[in-house]
């Protein structure tokens, strides 16, 4: 004996009974597919993404449609929160913030991509939000992060058993130019222009000047420099304390700093309050910089790599190289685990020294001697 099945029809509106009728049909078309044990044809998937949530539940209670089919056409969005709490820190001392990151990552790219629910998932959409972005001045490096962060929530999807199969997604791939140091000549044009420029990014030209030079002295990340308050300081022994919550590893980090540059950040911080943010970083810091070089006349992109924001960085290591810096200094400096890190990709040659390195090599023959000789 057959089951009868009633499900309300759609009332109160003009076109109540056209929908109605449509309704009628597609659950029909469920019928014979599920008897026939068929997939369900396009047609029928267009109009179960548009149908609302209390009737897919209810499709899926009399066995129209698998529970799987249901979740994916969930708003992808949704799943993000759960996503994010799987996600397990790689430090105990680092929380959330890793998770945070991923998840941030995976949003942004599910909201600028306008994938609503996992059909709506395209490898030629993300390929062309790959080529905006890097368009639009965003490193390999990050976009590689980015798309590395989407990857892991699909797989996560299908491992729950919300979608069927993760769906094939471009890959980054990061050049190993992995950007270079200002030559010193470069940082001084830098600052010039910088101290002297107007208000651009929403940072004055000796704000502008100011951050550039702190980060080249510690070599602070830009997130850590954002993190900063006149609290950070200690003017006293010339230190500066970032707290773990706002560093990449999660560990504390002390930086010290120049006496020139300690006079020039007391003045700067007279009269803040304790706890205000010091340096009102914009997000596009690359865009700022590079901004900042072509005004300065610098070459941003040679044969030895691209200036950046964390170029800044690099020009640390690599100035405390040039001046002959033991390298577990240096390395303590940078705050890198592996001193490899250190030596191979934040210390560059600069203008010279290998001249200089090669002048070094004891002179085994006398110069006057063998023009005397030759003649």
Known sequence: ??????????????????????????????????????????????????????????????????????????????????????????????????????????RRLIEDCNFGVWRDISREAVDTYIEQKIKDGMSQQTMHFYIQAFRRFTRWMVEKGYARKAPKISSVGVSKNYGRAFELDEFEKLLQTAKDGPVSFGMTGYERFLVYLFAMNTGLRRGELRSLTPASFDFKNNLVFVKGEDTKNGDEAVQFFTPETSELLQEYVFGKMPNVRLFNLPDHTAKMIKADCKEAGIEIDNNKGKLTFHSLRHTCGSYLASKNVHPKKIQKIMRHKDINLTMTRYTHLLRGEEQAAVNCLPRFVDRKEHRGKSA
Do not use: C, H
């Open 1 to 106: 004996m057959g089951i009868v099945r009633r499900i309300p029809g759609y009332a109160g509106k003009k076109t109540a009974k056209k929908l109605t009728k449509d309704m009628g049909d597609a659950i029909l078309r469920l019928v014979n597919f599920k008897r026939a044990r068929d997939p369900i044809d396009e047609q029928t998937e267009l109009w179960l993404d548009q149908i609302d949530r209390k009737l897919r539940d209810r499709l899926v209670k009399i066995g129209l449609i698998d529970d799987r089919k249901n979740k994916e056409t969930k708003p992808l969005t949704d799943y993000l929160p759960e996503f994010q709490s799987s996600i397990k820190p790689r430090k105990a001392n680092t929380g959330d913030k890793q998770a945070k990151i991923v998840g941030y990552r995976a």
